[in-house]
């Protein structure tokens, strides 16, 4: 590979003034061995130079570049669960037989620790997620995420996801639901076997979907209080919920 002009350029022009600083200091004091000696001793510790600028100037930047990074990556987040990822949750939520065995426990205040959070999660790895299909309304469903489908196209081209796979994940699964729905040209009149194969699709989608929107909802607690306020009162898991303050 070749090297970039403007380094090339950068370069020799580096080692130029560094050799006409040389000269200059020889034409003023004619001292060339203590040109010598003052090389030597920047030639000595030009290795702890090295070691400061590699091992630990370029870590604290890197860090803060990821820093900066995740915090953009959580902006996508949460503009996924604005635009799309809160109204989904609750219409796949309907459809689960089983979700009163923990609705209680995702039903986030501003009160949960880290602790509480780790719990919760650590619990949902258990949880039989179900999908009664008689319950999901497939048509409303296409028409919806039809809708949306531009939207995760511009999510799944964002560099940034390549740092959190997890939510890569629930795009690729949701983007890939979005595609079999719109494959089928009228949903209400599918054979069994062909809703079964949509279940299953409609299941991964709503198990990767709870998981990051219970890690969304730490990230914005610990970071974002007022977003974290409308995040709880438009919780799709509390059946009290409500955006007006009260």
């Known amino acids: 590979m070749k090297r970039p002009r403007w380094q090339i350029i950068l370069g020799l022009s580096l080692i130029?003034?560094?050799?006409?600083?040389?000269?200059?200091?020889?034409?003023?004091?004619?001292?060339?061995?203590?040109?010598?000696l003052w090389s030597m001793t920047s030639l000595?510790?030009?290795?702890?130079?090295?070691?400061?600028?590699?091992?630990i100037i370029n870590q604290l930047l890197s860090k803060r570049e990821k820093r900066a990074r995740l915090e953009k990556?959580?902006?996508?987040i949460g503009t996924f669960f604005s635009e799309v990822g809160t109204r989904l949750l609750a219409f796949l939520s309907d459809s689960d037989p089983k979700l009163d065995e923990i609705r209680k426990e995702l039903v986030v205040t501003s009160d949960w620790s880290e602790q509480e959070f780790a719990g919760v999660s650590n619990r949902l790895r258990n949880y039989d997620y179900g999908v009664e299909m008689e319950k999901v309304d497939l048509?409303?469903?296409?028409i919806?995420?039809?809708g949306k489908n531009n939207f995760l196209l511009r999510l799944l081209e964002n560099p940034t996801l390549l740092e959190h796979e997890a939510f890569?994940?629930?795009?690729?699964?949701?983007?890939?639901?979005?595609?079999?729905?719109?494959?089928r040209k009228d949903t209400r009149k599918l054979p069994t076997s062909d809703r079964e194969h949509l279940a299953g699709d409609i299941k991964r989608v709503y198990v990767l979907l709870v998981r990051q929107w219970l890690d969304y909802m730490r990230y914005l607690?610990?970071?974002?209080?007022?977003?974290?306020?409308?995040?709880?009162?438009?919780?799709p898991f509390d059946q009290k919920a409500s955006p007006i303050v009260k």
């Open 73 to 76: 990556l959580e902006m996508v």
């Open 168 to 183: 890569t994940e629930l795009l690729r699964a949701v983007f890939h639901l979005t595609e079999e729905l719109s494959a």
């Open 44 to 55: 000595a510790f030009l290795p702890i130079s090295v070691l400061f600028v590699t091992l």
């Open 139 to 142: 048509e409303d469903l296409r």
């Open 221 to 235: 607690k610990d970071n974002y209080p007022y977003l974290f306020s409308l995040a709880v009162r438009t919780n």
């Open 16 to 36: 130029a003034i560094s050799a006409i600083l040389y000269l200059i200091h020889y034409a003023i004091f004619r001292d060339p061995r203590h040109i010598f």
């Open 144 to 146: 919806s995420l039809g």
